[in-house]
């Protein structure tokens, strides 16, 4: 489990002292600029600030970097696509830090990628894809190396806005893919911005806001009043055949 | 399911590494053998003249080895600079660090020839290693705070080789006949100084070529980008300043060896990327063995050329490289 202990950075993000915890796939929401990247960056061991972080009961700075890369994954906002690189050379270095790829390591792959429709884009050069496909390719390069089916060491896996350049097919399949890692174990972690879509798939959501955790709870904690008091926006929420939608009135 | 096309493209990578030293075997053979003075290939198991002996040991062989070495350090260094400044473009020459290590090594000869000093050949590598090292910690440190995007970098670079050409246009203009050639051979490029090197000179770029050449599997994470690289638990901190250190001293060493020898970084490893892809681990060994066999064939050309002399190597390089680099550069800015 990942555990905030009044984690801080001065400017950016308020004291935390909460934790991602294993099995479940927990959403950050936010408006820009209210900290969710900062949270996800200092979980992933990239950012320090006041107080720590612990993974597993030990602080992050102990880990020595290759065995933390086994126990955690995380994917930022701002990606960097290799020259001449092919699909299934990228996805390849997903398996760098748990021993490169092995037979295992291929089903596993294969499991990861087929619902998330990558398996045309194996053999294409990624600086040839679109913004889509590059995220779809990266997203399944991060999931393979904290994927419990391969790498027992696997704790925690990060994702900040994947689903920003995602058509809508792919974000639904996306979330599925989290929610059955968490199933298998692993603590998610993952900044979105359809709040519908965190309530629908996510089992604990996070609403920041300047920095601050302004709400913490199951997809019952997000209503009409806290979004317009996080967002700004006015929104109803409708009801049919028991599932719940937030529509803006604005 | 990527257990195939892994394995394919590791079958083909050992291919083309086994025909990249085959080529370089035959370039170096050809060297060998073409000359002024014909060294006939059967000149391998029978009993050499004295007269062979001196043009196989004393020339030939220091040459063809030389040109080898500076063709795949400078390979190897565009191919590292590219990942390192995440820029397709990048390579010793145009951004301005083989610049800097000759003026540097100019700078010292002219100061030198001014106090009437004799200088010792290693200060003229040492000032060439210093400058080639400030413009690499000027160019990381601009790329790095980003304060100048890929473009502006080469432009950086373009306008480091002309402050370069213009300072050493003044001390060649004001150097005296002895200084004129030695200015000049740092300028254009050759590899005609090969037979002067003792052993001790060879042995430190050798280990630094062969050290950074097994870096591919380090930089494939590391051309993700420094966080990617990180998260994936590379320690870029520790890295990053040992590639510079490595790329600075073999761009100096090339420099004080063979003065300012331009585009084979950005040559050598693009064609190999666009023929056998991406990744690393194989496209750092390909670029030393291409950039190796590229030179020394550019070489045989600058010396069969012409008959009434020889070329600048640094001139039939360009010659080669720059409608490359200009395509490139059209390709890139049109966002083919």
């Known amino acids: 489990m990942l555990v905030f202990e009044r984690f801080a950075v ?109 398996s045309g884009l194996f053999e294409r050069t990624v600086s040839s894809l679109s913004g889509g496909e590059q995220q779809r390719l990266m ?18 896996l990060l994702l900040d806005e994947p689903l920003a350049s995602l058509d809508w097919q792919h974000q639904l399949s996306v979330l599925r893919v989290l929610q059955q890692l968490s199933r298998q174990g692993l603590a998610v972690a993952v900044s979105i911005h359809d709040i519908n879509l965190a309530c629908h798939y996510g089992d604990e959501l996070w609403c920041l806001k300047q920095g601050q955790l302004v709400a913490r709870g199951g997809p019952e904690v997000i209503t009409s009043v806290l979004i317009e008091q996080v967002f700004g926006v006015r929104t109803r929420l409708l009801e049919q055949d028991g599932s719940q939608v937030f529509m803006p009135l604005d | ?157 373009v306008a480091v080789g002309i402050f370069a050409n213009a300072i050493m246009t003044w001390l060649l203009y004001l150097a005296d006949d002895a200084s004129l050639r030695t200015f000049l051979f740092w300028m254009m490029g050759s590899l005609g100084y090969g037979q002067q090197l003792s052993l001790w000179f060879w042995l430190p770029p050798v280990a630094v070529l062969l050290w950074l050449g097994r870096q591919g599997a380090k930089l494939d994470l590391l051309a993700l980008g420094e966080s990617q690289a990180h998260l994936l638990g ?17 761009t100096a060493f090339c420099v004080a060896m063979a003065g300012v020898i331009g585009f084979i970084g950005l040559v050598v490893p693009h064609l190999l990327r666009l023929l056998v892809g991406g990744q690393q681990r194989f496209l750092l060994p390909a670029s030393m063995l291409a950039g190796g066999c590229f030179l020394t064939l550019a070489d045989i050309a600058a010396r069969q050329g012409i008959s009434s002399g020889e070329l600048p190597i640094g001139a039939v390089t360009a010659t080669l490289g720059a409608p490359l680099f200009l395509y490139l550069l059209v390709r890139r800015h049109a966002g083919v």
């Open chain 1, 10 to 118: 001065p400017g950016r993000i308020g004291p935390v002292s909460c934790g991602f915890q294993p099995g479940r796939l927990t959403c950050l929401l936010g408006p820009n600029g209210s900290g969710k990247s900062s949270l996800l960056a200092g979980a992933a061991g990239l950012l320090s600030g006041e107080g720590g972080v612990s993974l597993d009961g030990r602080r992050l700075e102990r880990y020595e970097l290759a065995e933390l890369a086994r126990r955690r994954a995380m994917l930022g906002q701002q990606q960097t696509m290799p020259l001449g690189l092919r699909g299934f050379e990228l996805l390849a270095l997903g398996a760098e830090p748990i021993g490169g790829v092995t037979e295992a390591v291929c089903l596993a792959i294969a499991d990861l990628t087929e619902p998330l429709g990558l």
């Open chain 1, 139 to 156: 997203i399944a390069k991060a999931m393979i190396q904290v994927s419990p089916s391969v790498n027992d060491q696997a704790r925690l």
């Open chain 2, 1 to 157: 399911m990527l257990a195939l096309p892994l394995q394919q493209q590791q079958d083909r990578q050992k291919r083309w590494l086994w025909g990249l030293v085959l080529a370089l075997l035959f370039s170096a053979a050809l060297s060998l053998h073409l000359g002024a003075f014909e060294l006939g290939l059967d000149a391998l198991w029978r009993e050499l003249s004295p007269l062979e002996r001196q043009v196989f040991w004393q020339l030939r062989l220091p040459r063809t080895l030389l040109a080898i070495l500076v063709g795949a350090s400078l390979a190897l260094c565009g191919a590292v600079l590219q990942v390192l400044l995440h820029n397709p473009l990048a390579e010793p020459g145009l951004i301005g660090i083989s610049s800097g290590a000759s003026l540097a090594a100019v700078s010292t000869l002219a100061l030198g020839a001014n106090l009437e000093l004799v200088l010792p050949y290693w200060s003229l590598s040492l000032a060439a290693f210093l400058g080639a090292w400030l413009v690499t910690l000027a160019l990381l440190t601009l790329a790095r705070r980003q304060w100048l995007g890929p473009g502006q970098l080469l432009l950086f670079g």
């Open chain 2, 234 to 250: 590379l320690n870029t901190r520790r890295l990053r300043p040992l590639l510079v250190l490595a790329v600075c001293l073999l």
